[in-house]
C-alpha cells in the first residue's frame, strides 16, 4: 500500500527531514533531479521548455532545467521575472545557476512568444504553482497554462499539476493537464480524485530522501492507496466442500411501493458477488413485482402503510429472516419514516454482520439527529457493521451543510469522525465518491476508483449488495474489514469498466454492472493471485 499524505503533513516531513539533517536546498535539488529524471526517461526529449513559477515549486523546475542542460538538452526556461529578481532566495540561487550553466531563459513572454516556443517544445515541465497554490490561478499562470494545454509537447508537471488542489482534487479554471506528475515525498489525496483524476496523468513520486518511507510513515497518512497484491487476505473463499447456504446467505431488506428496483437490483448483485442464497424482504406492494424480476431469489412481504414503506410491525419477521443470515443489507429504496427507522434500529440491535446503505443511512440520520458522532451507541455492536455513504448521506450523518463534504479530503474527515467516536474495530465507513474511501479505526484504505460510467443511479445499490455477499462469505474469517470492504469496492470498478467497455462508456446503467460483477471478481482476482498473468510470464 502507498502512503497518502495532507498538504499539512508532507510539510510536516519536510520539517522532519530537516532535522534529519537533509535541507531544503537539498530537497528542492533532489525534486528537480527527480522531475529530469522521468524526463529523460520519456526517450528523445531534445527540446524542453520549463515553465516556472515564483515559489519552490518553480526553484524546482530550475534545478531539472539545469540538469537537462547537462544531459545535453536544449532547455529554455519561461520565467515572470529575471533570475536575479525572483523573491525567495532558494529558487533564486537556483536560478542563477541554471543561467550560469547555459540553460536559455524568456522573461514574461507574450502569449504568441509562448505558443511559437512551445510548438518547438518535446517535453514541457509544470513547474509554475506547487502545494502553495490557492483561489484562482492568477496572470500570467493562466495565460501560460492555457497555451501548455493547447500545445502538442509532453507535459510533465512537477508536486502537482498547476491549478490543482492536491488537497481537495478540485481545480481551478485554469488547470494543466499532464502526460505524467512527479509528486514529492508522498501521494496528497487531491492527486487520486475528483479534477485529479484527469488532469495528473501517470504519478510518480519521488521520495527524495532514504528516510521519507519512516518519516511518512510517522505522520500517521490520512490514507493508503492499495495494490493489487494488498487484496490476497482479502479474496472470497473458492472451495468446492460448500453448500448454498455455507456459501454465505444474505438478506435484502429494502423498496417501498415508489421504489421497488433498488432492492431487486441489491439482491441480484448479492448473488453475483457469489453469496449462495439471497433472500429479499420489501413492502408487501413491491413483493410481487420484484418476485417477476427474481427467479432464484425469494422474496418476502412485509406489513407496510399506506404508502408501501414498511411498518414498524415488519421488525419481527425482519428479525427472525436476519437471525438466519449470514449477513443483512437494509437501506436501498426504503425511504425514510418511523416504521423503516424502527426496522433499521432493531437491525442494528442484532449482532448479524450488517450493511447499510442509502435510506438506512437517512434513517441513521434520523435516528441520531444528523449527528451520529455524538450517538456513538446507537451502532456499537459485536458484529461487522458497514455503512456505505456517498457524500450527501455522509454530510447528513454527521451533520455537516448539504454540500459540506465536496473532496475525498472531507470524506475521510466526516468518516474519521464516525469511526473514532465508535472506536470499536467491527465499524467500515465506505465513503463513495469520484474516489471512495473505506475507514476504519485501524486505518483509510482507499481502492483505485472506477470510471465515470458508475456515476449512474442505482450503481450504489449494485455496491451494496456486493459487499453484504462478501461479508456474507468472509463472516467466520479474520480479515482487516476496511480491506475486504475496498476489495468489494475493487470488483465494482473493474465491473464498471467491463460494463463500460460492453455498453459505451456513456451508456452503462446498473443492471449492466450486476451482469458484469461475476466475471469482474474473477479478474481481480487472478490479477490479485497472478499479478505478472497465471504462468508467470
Ligand atoms: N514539501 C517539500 O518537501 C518539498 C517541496 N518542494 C516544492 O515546493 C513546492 C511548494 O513551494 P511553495 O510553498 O513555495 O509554493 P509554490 O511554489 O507552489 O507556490 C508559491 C508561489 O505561487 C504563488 N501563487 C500562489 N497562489 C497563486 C495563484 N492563485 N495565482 C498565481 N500565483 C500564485 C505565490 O505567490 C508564490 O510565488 C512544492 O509543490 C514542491 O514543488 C520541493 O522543492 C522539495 C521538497
Ligand atoms: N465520477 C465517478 N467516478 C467513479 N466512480 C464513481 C463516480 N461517481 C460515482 N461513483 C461510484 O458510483 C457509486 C454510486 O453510488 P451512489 O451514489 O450510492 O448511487 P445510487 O444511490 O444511485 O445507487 C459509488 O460506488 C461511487 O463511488
Ligand atoms: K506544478
Given at each position: 500500500?502507498?502512503?497518502v499524505?495532507?498538504?499539512d503533513?508532507v510539510?510536516r ?5 530537516t ?6 536546498s537539498?530537497?528542492m535539488h533532489r525534486?528537480?533531479l527527480?522531475?529530469a529524471?522521468?524526463?529523460?526517461e ?9 515553465l516556472?513559477?515564483m ?11 539545469e540538469a ?8 529554455t526556461?519561461v520565467?515572470?521575472v529575471e ?12 536560478a ?5 550553466a547555459g540553460?536559455?531563459?524568456l522573461?514574461?513572454?507574450?502569449r504568441?512568444?509562448l505558443d ?6 518535446d ?6 504553482l ?9 496572470a500570467?499562470?493562466?495565460?501560460w497554462?492555457?497555451c501548455?494545454?493547447a500545445?502538442t ?5 512537477v508536486?502537482?499539476p498547476s491549478?490543482?488542489s492536491?488537497?481537495t482534487?478540485l481545480?481551478?479554471e485554469?488547470c ?9 515525498l ?6 487520486l480524485?475528483?479534477d485529479g483524476?484527469?488532469v ?5 513520486v ?9 518519516l ?8 493508503w ?7 490476497l487476505?482479502a479474496?472470497l ?5 460448500v453448500?448454498?447456504?455455507?456459501r454465505?446467505s444474505?438478506?435484502?431488506v ?12 441489491a439482491?441480484?448483485a448479492a448473488?453475483?458477488?457469489g ?5 429479499l424482504?420489501?413492502?408487501a ?5 420484484a ?5 432464484e431469489?425469494?422474496?418476502v412481504p412485509l406489513?407496510e402503510?399506506a404508502?408501501g414503506?414498511?411498518?414498524a ?10 437471525e438466519r443470515?449470514?449477513?443483512?443489507l437494509v ?7 418511523g416504521?423503516t427507522c424502527a426496522v ?8 448479524v454482520?450488517l450493511?447499510?446503505?442509502a ?14 458522532p455524538?450517538?456513538?451507541?446507537i ?5 461487522p457493521?458497514v455503512?456505505?455513504p456517498?457524500?450527501?448521506e455522509?454530510?447528513r450523518?454527521?451533520?455537516r ?5 465536496s473532496s475525498?479530503?472531507?470524506?475521510l ?6 469511526v473514532?467516536a465508535d472506536g470499536g474495530?467491527e465499524l467500515v465507513v ?11 479505526v485501524?486505518?483509510a484504505?482507499?481502492?483505485k476508483p ?16 456486493m ?11 479474520d ?12 470488483v465494482?470498478?473493474y465491473?464498471g469498466?467491463?460494463a463500460a467497455e460492453r ?9 449492466d ?6 466475471v469482474?471478481?474473477?479478474?481481480v482476482d487472478?490479477?490479485v ?9
Amino acid at each position: 500500500m502507498q502512503p497518502v499524505l495532507n498538504i499539512d503533513d508532507v510539510k510536516r516531513v519536510e520539517v522532519a527531514l530537516t532535522r534529519e539533517g537533509v535541507s531544503v536546498s537539498e530537497l528542492m535539488h533532489r525534486a528537480g533531479l527527480a522531475a529530469a529524471q522521468e524526463v529523460l526517461e520519456l526517450g528523445e526529449m531534445d527540446n524542453v521548455v520549463v515553465l516556472a513559477g515564483m515559489g519552490n515549486n518553480g526553484g524546482d523546475g530550475w534545478v531539472a532545467a539545469e540538469a537537462l542542460r547537462a544531459q545535453g538538452a536544449n532547455v529554455t526556461v519561461v520565467s515572470p521575472v529575471e533570475p536575479d529578481a525572483l523573491p525567495g532566495d532558494l529558487p533564486r540561487q537556483v536560478a542563477q545557476s541554471a543561467v550560469r550553466a547555459g540553460a536559455s531563459v524568456l522573461v514574461g513572454p507574450s502569449r504568441d512568444e509562448l505558443d511559437d516556443l512551445l510548438a518547438t517544445a518535446d517535453v514541457a515541465l509544470d513547474c509554475m504553482l506547487g502545494t502553495g497554490f490557492h483561489g484562482e490561478v492568477r496572470a500570467p499562470f493562466d495565460i501560460w497554462i492555457e497555451c501548455l494545454n493547447a500545445s502538442t509537447a509532453r507535459v510533465v508537471s512537477v508536486d502537482v499539476p498547476s491549478g490543482l488542489s492536491a488537497q481537495t482534487g478540485l481545480a481551478a479554471e485554469a488547470c494543466v493537464v499532464a502526460d505524467m506528475t512527479v509528486t514529492m515525498l508522498a501521494l496528497k489525496p487531491g492527486l487520486l480524485t475528483d479534477d485529479g483524476r484527469d488532469v495528473c496523468g501517470a504519478i510518480v513520486v519521488a521520495p527524495l530522501a532514504e528516510q521519507t518511507d519512516r518519516l511518512v510513515v510517522d505522520e500517521d497518512p490520512v490514507a493508503w492507496r492499495t495494490d493489487l497484491a494488498d487484496y490476497l487476505e482479502a479474496l472470497l473463499p473458492r472451495t468446492s466442500a460448500v453448500d448454498k447456504f455455507s456459501r454465505g446467505s444474505v438478506l435484502v431488506v429494502g423498496g417501498s411501493r415508489r421504489y421497488p428496483g433498488a432492492a431487486i437490483m441489491a439482491a441480484l448483485a448479492a448473488a453475483r458477488m457469489g453469496a449462495g442464497y439471497v433472500t429479499l424482504a420489501t413492502p408487501a406492494s413491491a413483493a410481487a413485482v420484484a418476485q417477476a424480476h427474481l427467479l432464484e431469489i425469494p422474496v418476502v412481504p412485509l406489513p407496510e402503510d399506506a404508502d408501501g414503506t414498511l411498518t414498524a410491525d415488519a421488525r419481527d419477521v425482519v428479525c427472525k429472516l436476519a437471525e438466519r443470515s449470514s449477513a443483512v443489507l437494509v437501506g436501498p429504496g426504503l425511504r425514510v419514516s418511523g416504521g423503516t427507522c424502527a426496522v433499521v434500529s432493531a437491525l442494528l440491535g442484532m449482532d448479524v454482520p450488517l450493511v447499510v446503505d442509502a435510506d438506512g443511512l437517512n434513517c441513521l440520520a434520523r435516528l441520531t439527529n444528523g449527528a451520529l458522532p455524538q450517538y456513538p451507541e446507537i451502532i456499537r455492536r459485536s458484529a461487522p457493521l458497514v455503512i456505505t455513504p456517498h457524500r450527501g448521506e455522509l454530510a447528513r450523518l454527521v451533520g455537516r451543510p448539504a454540500g459540506g463534504v465536496s473532496s475525498l479530503s472531507d470524506q475521510l474527515d466526516a468518516a474519521r469522525d464516525i469511526v473514532w467516536a465508535d472506536g470499536g474495530s467491527e465499524l467500515v465507513v465506505v465513503g463513495k465518491g469520484t474516489a471512495t474511501c473505506c475507514v476504519s479505526v485501524e486505518r483509510a484504505v482507499l481502492p483505485k476508483p472506477g470510471p465515470a460510467a458508475l456515476a449512474t443511479a442505482g450503481s450504489g445499490d449494485v455496491l451494496a449488495g456486493m459487499m453484504a455477499s462478501a461479508i456474507a462469505q468472509r463472516s467466520e474469517a479474520d480479515v482487516d474489514p476496511a480491506l475486504l470492504a475496498a476489495y468489494v469496492c475493487e470488483v465494482h470498478a473493474y465491473a464498471g469498466t467491463l460494463a463500460a467497455e460492453r455498453r459505451g462508456s456513456r451508456a452503462v446503467m446498473a443492471s449492466d454492472i450486476i451482469d458484469v460483477v461475476g466475471v469482474a471478481s474473477d479478474a481481480v482476482d487472478a490479477h490479485v493471485a497472478y499479478p505478472d498473468g497465471p504462468a508467470g510470464e
